[in-house]
């Protein structure tokens, strides 16, 4: 099976510039999750969709951060305007009821400088 | 919500030794356990996984055991070779419910010396 896609593979912006970062989880996971992951850290969570529906964006920065997933299939993130801190591997992940795992995307490497 | 720790940090062994990695875990709803190596610049890659009903699961060099009661669970490799040198995250989820979303340790840098 073709596995989690994400683009783009990396990306350098000014801050307060905004970007937008695409995945394409695998097909018929209705389970999409968009992680963060700073430098020396683990993933964290920004949000969980469920098909299209939003389960958990608790974790995301709403006032900079966006993200949506219209036809329960690929989703789109973006980050307007950008701060330094958003520096970050960003990563696409999706996984199904089927089974327990969960497959990531190869992710988006961002730098704000 | 969950939060799970991870020691150590940084771990160095010879080539040929065993090396542990320990995690606990503070939700008792947790029920599965991955572990991921994420080698630099490439993405988490999942090594292996336990469920809560099981207590130990091996695979190969790889060995991972959990503890219900006292909410930590390890993982084991032995005879390690210098390309398991690599990031080893661990992890806790609850796939009962609609979220199951991976709460992650902060990481260990395991270095195998030739």
């Known amino acids: 099976e073709a596995g989690v896609a994400q683009s783009p593979r990396y990306k350098i912006i000014e801050k307060r510039q905004s970007v937008a970062f695409w995945c394409n989880p695998i097909s018929g996971h209705a389970t999409l999750y968009w992680y963060q992951q700073i430098l020396g850290q683990g993933p964290k969570l920004l949000i969980q969709?469920?098909?299209?529906?939003?389960?958990?964006d608790s974790q995301l920065p709403k006032d900079r951060f966006s993200a949506e997933r219209l036809k329960g299939v690929d989703s789109t993130l973006k980050i307007q305007p950008a701060k330094l801190e958003d520096s970050a591997v960003y990563l696409c992940?999706?996984?199904?009821?089927?089974?327990?795992?969960?497959?990531f995307g190869s992710g988006t490497r961002l730098t704000v400088v | 919500g969950e939060n799970v720790e991870q020691h150590p940090s940084t771990l160095s062994v010879q080539e040929g030794d065993s090396a542990v990695i320990k995690c606990t875990y503070s939700?008792?709803?947790?029920?599965?356990f991955p572990w991921y190596k994420q080698e630099l610049g490439k993405r988490p890659q999942l090594i292996i996984d336990i469920r809560s009903n099981v207590g130990e699961k091996k695979d190969q060099r790889i060995a991972v055991t959990l503890n219900k009661t006292a909410k930590h669970f390890s993982l084991h490799i032995t005879e390690t070779q210098p390309e398991d040198s690599a990031v080893y995250f661990c992890?806790?989820?609850?796939?009962?419910?609609?979220?199951?979303?991976?709460?992650f340790g902060r990481g260990t840098q395991l270095t195998v010396w030739p």
């Open positions: 969709f469920q098909n299209n529906g939003v389960v958990d």
């Open positions: 992890a806790a989820a609850d796939r009962g419910s609609t979220l199951g979303r991976l709460y």
């Open positions: 939700d008792s709803a947790s029920n599965y």
């Open positions: 992940a999706s996984s199904s009821t089927a089974n327990y795992g969960y497959t």
